[in-house]
């Protein structure tokens, strides 16, 4: 059975850092299309971070420069260090891994990230 599992989330001060990580079981992310995403109350959800199974990143404009994906291969687990963060970055954030490489089809639960001012 695949499944991603977010942990790392919690309340952080403006300007403080926290770092995300999703662990994956039934699945090995190394040779996956990752991605981080998070969903705002009341918005939709959003892109925020991908790393490609050859490790390409690339970052939605709002984090650029601030937030960091990264695998670690031997634990089978993906990253975002997320720094400097805004009170506009509190949202749930979910990973998702792109299987087929026809899109992002299992996420895990998210994890609550709040950012206070």
């Known amino acids: 059975q695949v499944a991603l599992v977010e942990s790392g989330g919690g309340l952080v001060q403006a300007g403080g850092s926290l770092r995300l990580s999703c662990a994956a079981s039934?699945?090995?992310?190394?040779?996956?299309?990752m991605g981080w995403f998070r969903r705002a109350p009341g918005k939709q959800r959003e892109y925020v971070a991908g790393?490609?199974?050859?490790?390409?990143?690339n970052y939605a404009d709002s984090v650029k420069g601030r937030f960091t994906i990264s695998r670690d291969n031997a634990k089978n687990t993906v990253h975002l260090q997320m720094n400097n963060l805004k009170p506009e970055d509190t949202a749930v954030y979910y990973c998702?891994?792109?299987?087929w490489g026809m899109g992002y089809d299992i996420w895990g639960q998210g994890t609550q990230v709040t950012v206070s001012s």
């Open positions: 790393i490609s199974s050859g490790g390409s990143t």
């Open positions: 998702a891994a792109d299987r």
């Open positions: 039934g699945i090995i992310l190394s040779s996956k299309a």
